[in-house]
């Protein structure tokens, strides 16, 4: 009953987004095919009740756990479709994406790496911030270090990594940081959050800033502590419909699942915010 | 040399040399030799084409590209030579001693090859670490900790190319013949001397050779590295660090790096090979 | 083993702490046994005579100590040298293919020895100049191995064994690696320097003229063993084996003697000059042989076979004709009359042999 509503609802919004993805490609109109997006619009009416085909989704490393359940959710409620993940950072999806990989949908861990991809015309419509991820410092277990600020990581013989600020959660980090007017020289510039975070797993390093979810992904290898500061530095995560994409109108129908209350659900309990 | 004295010690030097006139390839050996070629050059070229020309005086500018590059080419030598000072000896055992196992730690010691850097880092860090299974003991006894330093730069590299040299080695080991080693040793000379003024000579070649593949292989080495030693500039960022980084949102200044990258190796290269390999 | 019966030479140097060598070399390897006493007084050079395989050069290697003895014992002027290490063994070695080290001039590698031997650079190298200058090599000082020819490489591998001052020089194949043509005069040449080396030296060769021309005294190997030993002109005279009889180029045969006929086991009858009996052998060399398309009639020689032609080899202008049929044997004859008589393989032939062109021993 109540998924049956829900599914008239989300039926709505597709064919709105088919609509906006429309006018979108008519407005660039040069290089774009138009038969393309002709042909998308019956088949995002007629296909309401019934969704097939395979969809692929690049999407951020930090999403992998939370879109690997929803991607589960979604077959089963959709028997006769299937959801292909390829995680990884957001920087090397958009390059794959620019590049010609075959993608239906992008969840990207930063406007920018979206921005890449919009830049570039590859997205079939404006991008929608899904979730927003804030900092956290991630620190050995039991914080023997006795951290509690980022302000304490600045204490010297600590051995603190941050993501390079190449990366969003460097970015982020170094946002943070300038938020609270503290000058931090880490051991390390990681290429990732995943590597900024082994590294305290491990414990080569006593403390790194990390994003909440991965604190929460991590369990009990290491121990987050939050601060005021993460809250000038948080993170939207887009998500956008790709124009290339095989199979548009099962990707829609992903995206709604993601930015429904169920997606929502999934999400926050691994530690994103609500946009 | 004439052709009619056919003793051993001049047949010897009859071996081809390098530059001999070819008399046409055959086809089926030219066709995929072009195609193999054109593999290989043909990313590079991609990479000369798309190159940001007229930015790349800018880009070329940085400190911290200088800096990357210094820490390149210092760390790759640096581990060059610790894997002539390990790797070398380690052939040799390889080569011509015969022990319980000896099939298995061959395979052993190429597992480097295989492993995928970025793990062999992990195990880096599992064993060197800070809290690692040796470098807990490094770390209270001596006060020594690798990961984030220069040095760990070193080791990642080291343990990354060393395999290249060391079967590059023991190839020539295998090939040099040993009666060499036990004609030094009628003279008087004892196995260490034996090896050190005449097999080490014999095989400078192939030492060279496998030294150039190590270099160049540490030269590249980014997973392990950036996994065991992490990224700080002018520390632990090497250029390979340095120009993923950049990818990440800067792609034409990645592709100027590169293009650095590129030009100092290929020059180091071609130097080495004209001292080392031609004089044989 | 074979009984070994002694020279004069031999027995004083069998001594406990006497000069020379003294050894009894056993290396077993699995399906291969090597077991030969060999000894030499100083100054003496001895040969180790026999066929690929037979041995030779594992008892080279276990003298110079590249191979370890599984049995036995050596001894050099009077000490122990079975567990010392090849490099403080007094022993040089000429290798086969000389081993020269490619990547030292002449000089450095007649160097080599005496500088491993705590000799200072100077004095070695000026050791090595004067070894270069006795072998006639002063003025190739400089060169590397691969600008020497065959024969100059040679001697500088003697020059490098002789610069350690062994009491022991081995050579192994000293002139396999040489053509004919400069294998007469290095062959010359070693002669001259053998003889005047004053210790024992022991070379191995496979081709019996060298073993002769240059050694006093030869062992012949077989299968790991030795079969029969002594002076050069003794084994020519009474080999004991087909392999030497074939060395030495002779017609072999054993059986036993009766007066002047001589019963081979499972064949004819052989009719000598000497008058023995009990078990010989009886040699003739293939020049011996007269070869008969017809049943010869008039013919003086009692020795008379019917055989049939195997092969035919030309030895320059002779042809040596190898016979199968009663008597198995090797005859020589020129060209010429191998043309008239027609010979081709399958050919039945007439041989017959003088009594006095035989030569029977005890065997």
């Known amino acids: ?275 | 040399m004439t052709s009619t004295d056919s003793s051993p010690a001049a047949a010897r030097a009859d071996r081809p040399r390098r530059g001999h006139p070819s008399r046409g390839a055959p086809l089926p050996l030219l066709v995929p030799a072009l195609v193999g070629l054109a593999f290989l050059l043909l990313p590079l070229l991609a990479l000369l084409v798309r190159a940001p020309w007229r930015s790349l005086p800018s880009e070329l500018t940085s400190p911290e590209v200088w800096q990357a590059l210094r820490l390149s080419l210092v760390t790759a030598t640096l581990a060059t030579a610790v894997s002539l000072a390990l790797g070398v000896p380690l052939a040799w055992l390889l080569a011509r001693t015969d022990f319980p196992g000896r099939a298995l730690v061959r395979a052993l010691v190429t597992l480097p090859l295989v492993l995928p850097p970025v793990v062999g880092g992990v195990a880096l860090l599992l064993a060197l670490g800070r809290n690692g299974v040796v470098g807990q003991w490094l770390d209270a006894w001596f006060g020594i900790t690798l990961p984030f330093t220069t040095a760990g730069v070193v080791v990642a590299e080291a343990f990354v190319a060393m395999p290249f040299l060391v079967i590059s080695v023991e190839g020539t080991l295998r090939a040099a013949d040993p009666r060499f080693e036990e004609a030094a040793t009628t003279l008087g000379a004892s196995r260490f001397t034996a090896f050190r003024r005449v097999t080490l000579p014999l095989i400078a070649p192939g030492i060279a050779a496998g030294a150039v593949l190590a270099w160049a292989r540490a030269l590249g080495e980014f997973g392990a590295t950036i996994t065991f030693a992490g990224n700080f500039p002018g520390r632990t960022q090497t250029m390979p660090l340095a120009v993923y980084l950049a990818l990440q949102n800067d792609p034409a200044a990645a592709i100027a790096l590169s293009l650095v990258l590129l030009v100092v190796s290929v020059a180091v290269l071609a130097g080495l090979r004209d001292r080392w390999m031609t004089t044989s | 083993m074979t009984d070994l019966t002694g020279t004069a030479g031999r027995a004083s140097a069998q001594k406990l702490g006497a000069p020379g060598l003294d050894a009894r070399l056993v290396v077993d390897r699995g399906a291969f046994r090597l077991d030969v006493a060999l000894t030499a007084a100083p100054g003496e050079v001895v040969a180790l005579l026999g066929p690929n395989g037979a041995g030779k050069t594992t008892a080279l290697r276990a003298l110079a100590g590249l191979t370890p003895l599984s049995d036995g014992h050596l001894r050099l002027d009077g000490t122990d040298l079975d567990r010392t290490p090849p490099e403080c063994r007094p022993v040089g070695v000429v290798f086969q293919d000389y081993l020269l080290f490619p990547h030292l001039s002449a000089l450095d590698n007649v160097a080599f020895g005496p500088r491993c031997r705590g000799a200072s650079k100077a004095d070695a190298r000026a050791d090595a100049a004067s070894w270069l200058e006795r072998m006639g090599l002063a003025e190739h000082a400089a060169a590397r191995p691969r600008r020497l020819s065959g024969g100059q490489a040679q001697r500088v591998a003697l020059a490098r064994a002789l610069a350690i001052r062994p009491r022991l020089l081995l050579l192994d194949e000293p002139l396999a690696a040489l053509d004919a043509r400069t294998r007469l005069e290095v062959r010359g040449r070693l002669r001259h320097h053998l003889a005047a080396f004053e210790a024992v030296a022991v070379l191995v060769t496979h081709d019996p003229l060298d073993a002769m021309v240059l050694a006093d005294r030869l062992v012949v190997v077989e299968d790991g063993a030795v079969v029969q030993e002594g002076v050069p002109a003794e084994i020519a005279r009474r080999p004991r084996t087909d392999y030497i009889a074939q060395l030495v180029g002779l017609n072999l045969y054993r059986g036993r003697a009766d007066g002047h006929t001589v019963r081979l086991e499972g064949g004819p009858s052989i009719t000598t000059a000497d008058a023995l009996s009990g078990p010989v052998c009886v040699a003739f060399p293939p020049g011996a042989v007269t070869l008969y398309r017809e049943r010869p009639l008039g013919s003086s020689a009692r020795n008379l076979w019917a055989c049939e032609v195997a092969g035919l080899e030309s030895h320059g202008d002779q042809l040596r004709v190898d016979l199968v049929g009663e008597l198995p044997l090797a005859a020589d004859l020129t060209t010429v009359a191998a043309a008239e008589l027609d010979l081709h393989p399958g050919a039945p032939v007439w041989a017959t042999v003088k009594a006095a062109q035989t030569h029977a021993y005890p065997a």
């Open chain 1, 1 to 275: 009953m109540i998924r049956s509503a829900r599914r008239t609802r989300r039926t709505v919004q597709l064919a709105g987004a088919g609509v906006a993805a429309l006018l979108a490609l008519s407005a660039c109109s040069s290089s774009s095919d138009p038969s393309t997006g002709s042909g998308a619009s019956p088949a995002a009416g007629s296909s309401s009740s019934k969704l097939s085909g395979n969809i692929t989704v690049f999407a951020a490393a930090s999403l992998k756990e939370s879109f690997t359940a929803l991607g589960k959710e979604f077959e089963r409620q959709h028997p006769g479709t299937g959801v292909t993940f390829s995680f990884g950072g957001s920087d090397s999806l958009a390059a794959g994406i620019t590049g010609g990989a075959p993608a239906d949908v992008f969840a990207a861990a930063s406007p920018k790496t979206m921005a890449i991809v919009t830049g570039r015309k590859d997205a079939a419509g404006p991008p929608a911030t899904f979730v927003r991820n804030q900092l956290e410092i991630a620190t050995l277990p039991g914080n023997p270090h006795k951290v509690s600020s980022l302000k304490d990581l600045t204490r010297s013989g600590l051995k603190v990594v941050l993501c390079d600020r190449t990366v969003p959660c460097g970015a982020a980090a170094q946002k943070a940081l300038a938020a609270g007017g503290l000058k931090l020289t880490p051991v390390s510039y990681e290429q990732d959050v995943k590597s900024a975070l082994t590294k305290v797993e491990l414990k080569e390093a006593d403390a790194a800033v990390v994003y909440r979810t991965d604190v929460r992904a991590a369990g009990d290898t290491v121990e987050g502590v939050e601060f005021p500061e993460s809250a000038k530095a948080v993170n939207d995560y887009p998500i956008a419909l790709l124009k290339n994409a095989q199979n548009a109108t099962t990707a829609k129908a992903f995206i709604d699942l993601v930015r429904s209350p169920e997606g929502q659900k999934v999400l926050t309990a691994a530690g994103f915010l609500k946009p």
